[in-house]
């Protein structure tokens, strides 16, 4: 405020101490004190800047570590449900901006204050020319206003169009980035189609780029005009007064500088409001993305089972599951009614898509029921800590994502608290001993190739042994192995059948597989399709009772005879 203030009254200052033939040293005097103030404010201006961007940067990394953390912590469900993941996004997009909103509403209500005092030092000096000049520049003024909230509103409406449309064009430029998919990119000569999709997306951004553009042009043309027209009214009045004599040069200087000024501070007054209002609404994607609703008890709950009370029964009573996305009347699982008894080891077998899968994120906790309750040693896993309750799991599921890390931190999910013997027992418990051997580095070397130059790469069998291996690190009470050896060759997968017995010692196991010859060593298995189980039993009970299961166990044991008769 001081500064525009400061130079507008030294070009008046300046202009009346040449009409008045003051010495040259009182002109150099001038000057001199001048622009050693204008220094000085500069310094200082530089100084706070500076300040200013470390700390900004600073909170952009807390915000986005609080998101980032919510996001880890948050039921599963909720990472797997597009709307949550759309208000991930917006907050995210905030954090990651530089200006996180919370933080930088405090700088625009401190500029919407300091825009008022502006308004109230420079039209006290206004108001004694002429009021109509305030009068326009007000007008004007609310009219910016009108127009930028005009503007505000209709991207606030919009924007869920295009956060959407963000989101598939990040996931198709990611692809090119993944070493993962770059050998299927090139076999498959994938990157026209790839190309043609992501540029009809960028296309389908674009209309509403434009659209934002188009209105964003109209408002500032308006502006301009409403400015051609407010300067043309002051320097109209201004003239007259020189003409009549009431004024001089330098207090029209002056006075043009105090005009084009409360102008600027009412402008100022319109952005800052409005950057208040967008800011508030940005607040308001953190407050959405925090306060959705968890389901699972995240604070204090049951306690854990002792050892005593080791292994652990898991009993469903009447579960249902469907997707959020999905229609309420089809379900993924319906009406389960099973109890995994302590120590048992349950498989689960099943077509594709009759949810087996679905039925060990229930199991796991990671998703909630649609109905019906899910119980550990008698007591409703709603009850525990769901973090405490993730405890009690060693899983490997069939999506395989690994780290950019060294052996060691993946097996051990640690960066400083390895137990280095431990990590090499497990490895060799679960068939990688001899690859990570032949390593440079041994359980030293780093994963993810791309990501560091002496990264090594994994075959698919590797990778999912190395699963195997962080899952029986964590030695943890139940066991879950969903497709276990569908990377595996035949010889590694019997391997891995000799060894289970060992691997699931006082523990309960559930083991999901296609391949029924695999099932053969669980104490019970149930058959499941269409999301519910409609076979249950040991393997020579379902075998006695000829259906659904000893069908496929039959086509299956065709399949691999008429393989052996080829060969």
Same mark, same amino acid.
């Given at each position: 405020?001081?500064? $525009?203030?400061m130079?507008?009254?030294?070009?008046?200052?300046?202009?009346?101490?040449v009409?008045?033939?003051?010495?040259?040293?009182?002109?150099?005097?001038?000057?001199?004190v001048?622009?050693?103030?204008?220094?000085?404010?500069?310094?200082?201006? %530089?100084?706070?800047? %500076?300040?200013?961007?470390?700390?900004?940067?600073?909170?952009?990394?807390?915000?986005?570590?609080?998101i980032?953390?919510?996001?880890?912590?948050t *039921?599963?469900?909720?990472?797997?449900?597009?709307?949550?993941n759309?208000?991930?996004?917006?907050?995210?997009?905030?954090?990651?901006?530089?200006?996180?909103?919370?933080?930088?509403?405090?700088?625009?209500?401190?500029?919407?204050?300091?825009?008022?005092?502006?308004?109230?030092?420079?039209?006290?000096?206004?108001?004694? =020319?002429s009021?109509?000049?305030?009068?326009?520049?007000?007008?004007?003024? /609310?009219?910016?206003y009108?127009?930028?909230?005009?503007?505000?509103?209709?991207?606030?409406?919009?924007?869920?169009?295009?956060?959407?449309? *963000?989101?598939?064009?990040?996931?198709?430029?990611?692809?090119?980035?993944?070493? *993962?998919?770059?050998?299927?990119i090139?076999?498959?000569?994938?990157?026209?189609?790839?190309?043609?999709?992501?540029?009809?997306?960028?296309?389908?951004?674009?209309?509403?780029?434009?659209?934002?553009? +188009?209105?964003?042009?109209?408002g500032?043309?308006?502006?301009a005009?409403?400015?051609?027209?407010q300067?043309?009214?002051?320097?109209?009045?201004?003239?007259?007064?020189?003409?009549?004599?009431?004024?001089?040069?330098?207090?029209?200087?002056?006075?043009?500088?105090?005009?084009?000024?409360?102008?600027?501070?009412?402008?100022?007054?319109?952005?800052?409001y409005?950057?208040?209002?967008?800011?508030?609404?940005?607040?308001?994607?953190?407050?959405?993305?925090?306060?959705?609703?968890?389901?699972?008890?995240?604070?204090?709950?049951?306690p854990? $089972?002792? @050892?005593?009370?080791?292994?652990?029964?898991?009993?469903?009573?009447?579960?249902?599951?469907?997707?959020?996305?999905?229609?309420?009347?089809?379900?993924?699982?319906?009406?389960?009614?099973?109890?995994?008894r302590?120590?048992?080891?349950?498989?689960?077998?099943?077509?594709?898509?009759?949810? @087996?899968?679905t039925?060990?994120?229930?199991?796991?906790?990671?998703?909630?029921p649609?109905?019906?309750?899910?119980?550990? !040693?008698?007591? %409703?896993?709603?009850?525990?800590?769901?973090?405490?309750?993730?405890?009690?799991f060693?899983?490997?599921?069939?999506?395989?994502?690994?780290?950019?890390?060294?052996?060691?931190?993946?097996v051990?999910?640690s960066?400083?608290?390895?137990?280095?013997?431990?990590?090499? +027992?497990?490895i060799?418990?679960?068939?990688?001993?001899?690859?990570?051997?032949?390593?440079?580095?041994?359980?030293?070397?780093?994963?993810?190739?791309?990501?560091?130059?002496?990264s =090594?790469?994994?075959?698919?069998?590797?990778?999912?042994?190395?699963?195997?291996?962080? +899952?029986?690190?964590?030695?943890?009470?139940?066991?879950?192995?969903?497709?276990?050896?569908?990377?595996?060759?035949p010889?590694?997968e019997?391997?891995?059948?000799?060894? /289970?017995?060992?691997?699931?010692?006082?523990?309960?196991?559930?083991?999901i597989?296609?391949?029924?010859?695999?099932?053969?060593?669980?104490?019970?298995i149930?058959?499941?399709? !269409?999301?519910?189980i409609?076979?249950?039993?040991?393997?020579?009970?379902?075998?006695?009772?000829?259906?659904?299961?000893?069908?496929?166990?039959?086509?299956? %044991?065709? /399949?691999?005879?008429?393989?052996?008769?080829?060969?």
């Amino acid at each position: 405020m001081f500064l $525009p203030l400061m130079a507008t009254y030294f070009s008046k200052v300046l202009i009346e101490a040449v009409e008045t033939k003051q010495s040259v040293k009182t002109v150099v005097l001038i000057i001199a004190v001048y622009f050693s103030a204008f220094l000085c404010i500069n310094l200082f201006n %530089s100084f706070c800047q %500076s300040r200013l961007q470390m700390r900004q940067y600073n909170l952009s990394c807390l915000y986005q570590n609080a998101i980032s953390e919510k996001h880890m912590r948050t *039921d599963y469900a909720n990472t797997d449900n597009p709307e949550a993941n759309i208000k991930y996004q917006n907050a995210m997009n905030d954090a990651c901006s530089g200006q996180c909103s919370p933080e930088f509403i405090w700088h625009s209500l401190m500029s919407l204050l300091i825009s008022f005092l502006g308004i109230f030092t420079y039209g006290s000096l206004i108001i004694t =020319i002429s009021p109509w000049i305030l009068v326009i520049l007000f007008l004007s003024a /609310y009219i910016t206003y009108l127009i930028s909230r005009w503007q505000r509103n209709y991207i606030e409406k919009n924007k869920d169009n295009w956060v959407a449309i *963000d989101r598939k064009i990040g996931y198709l430029q990611s692809l090119s980035e993944k070493f *993962d998919h770059s050998k299927d990119i090139r076999i498959y000569g994938m990157f026209d189609w790839l190309t043609e999709i992501l540029t009809k997306f960028q296309n389908d951004r674009f209309v509403w780029t434009k659209k934002v553009s +188009a209105r964003s042009l109209g408002g500032s043309i308006i502006g301009a005009l409403l400015m051609l027209i407010q300067n043309c009214v002051a320097y109209t009045v201004l003239i007259i007064m020189v003409l009549r004599g009431d004024m001089g040069a330098g207090d029209f200087v002056f006075y043009f500088g105090i005009i084009t000024g409360f102008s600027a501070w009412l402008n100022g007054i319109v952005n800052n409001y409005n950057d208040v209002v967008h800011k508030s609404i940005k607040i308001g994607y953190y407050r959405e993305y925090f306060e959705i609703e968890e389901k699972y008890k995240h604070e204090k709950g049951c306690p854990l $089972p002792t @050892k005593d009370e080791l292994p652990v029964d898991i009993e469903f009573f009447d579960v249902s599951y469907c997707y959020p996305s999905e229609d309420e009347e089809k379900y993924a699982l319906k009406n389960i009614n099973l109890k995994i008894r302590k120590g048992e080891k349950l498989a689960i077998v099943g077509q594709n898509g009759a949810g @087996k899968t679905t039925l060990v994120k229930l199991i796991c906790g990671l998703y909630y029921p649609s109905s019906g309750d899910i119980k550990l !040693n008698g007591c %409703s896993i709603t009850q525990y800590n769901i973090e405490d309750y993730y405890s009690l799991f060693s899983v490997v599921f069939q999506d395989i994502y690994l780290l950019p890390v060294s052996i060691a931190e993946f097996v051990s999910s640690s960066e400083n608290k390895i137990d280095r013997e431990r990590v090499m +027992a497990v490895i060799e418990q679960a068939g990688l001993a001899e690859k990570i051997n032949s390593l440079p580095n041994g359980i030293d070397s780093r994963l993810m190739k791309g990501v560091f130059d002496d990264s =090594i790469e994994m075959s698919g069998g590797e990778k999912q042994k190395l699963m195997l291996a962080r +899952a029986l690190y964590k030695d943890a009470p139940v066991i879950v192995l969903d497709e276990p050896t569908a990377a595996l060759d035949p010889i590694a997968e019997n391997e891995l059948y000799l060894k /289970y017995n060992d691997l699931t010692k006082n523990k309960t196991s559930v083991y999901i597989s296609h391949r029924l010859s695999s099932t053969r060593f669980c104490d019970r298995i149930i058959y499941l399709e !269409n999301g519910e189980i409609i076979e249950f039993g040991t393997h020579d009970e379902l075998m006695k009772l000829g259906g659904k299961y000893a069908h496929m166990f039959d086509l299956q %044991s065709h /399949y691999y005879r008429r393989n052996l008769k080829d060969e």
